[in-house]
């Protein structure tokens, strides 16, 4: 069974751009959240998606938005890239209590 | 205040030494999950806890609920043991598992 995957794996984006981020579930799982872990601030929760639709967000402006697929992948989009959104971007999907993690996209903006 | 607070915030210690992190926390929880963290970003579940005690190997996590509490030991800790060690609680109430954050310990273990 393949683990939650995340792509791409580093995005380099300047000021004012668009980043779309991805991630696929554990199969068979409905739940996917997203957290970002910028340094020094640890990991925040950013937003939950279930069965296709947003069910929570965390304290994150509205320019951070995403959407979860029929098949239960997800997108995480951050408009109007400011610098301190640089950080590790995690999803994950939770079974049986524990969360499993995807490897991350580590966003950079210029 | 952080919800979560964990100590020490960077802890260094030698090979074969018994190692301690603190977690606590100020709100009520159904779950407590302490992850690790290696360089490059990948995270990984240790335990997640409600009450007592459980031990994976070297692995031993506590919790004492009524203290808002928990601590992780690593017996006889090994170079590559070290990485950011994760606290992380499910509030209690609400059907969704999301998980609050403590700052992380870095833990390095010389040889």
């Known amino acids: 069974e393949a683990g939650v995957t995340q792509s791409p794996t580093h995005l380099i984006k300047t000021r004012g751009q668009q980043a779309t981020l991805r991630c696929s579930p554990i199969s068979g799982h409905t739940s996917v959240y997203w957290y970002q872990q910028a340094l020094g601030l640890g990991l925040q929760f950013l937003l939950w998606y279930d069965e296709g639709e947003e069910r929570n967000r965390g304290n994150f402006p509205p320019r951070f938005s995403g959407r979860q697929f029929p098949n239960y992948s997800s997108e995480l989009n951050v408009n109007a890239l400011e610098l301190e959104d640089s950080a590790l971007y995690l999803c994950a999907s939770p079974l049986m209590h524990t969360q499993y993690f995807g490897p991350g996209t580590r966003l950079t903006v210029l | 205040k952080n919800e979560v607070e964990q100590s020490p915030q960077n802890l260094t210690a030698q090979e074969g030494e018994f190692i301690t992190i603190n977690c606590s926390y100020s709100v009520g929880i159904s779950a407590l999950h302490w992850l690790q963290q290696h360089p490059g970003g990948g995270i990984v579940s240790l335990f997640m806890?409600?009450?007592g005690k459980k031990k994976h190997g070297r692995l031993i996590a506590t919790i004492n609920i009524q203290e808002k509490h928990s601590s992780l030991h690593i017996t006889a800790s090994h170079p590559r043991d070290s990485a950011v060690y994760i606290c992380a609680v499910r509030r209690s109430g609400g059907s969704n598992y999301k998980l609050t954050f403590g700052k992380g310990t870095l833990l390095t273990v010389n040889p």
């Open positions: 806890l409600s009450s």
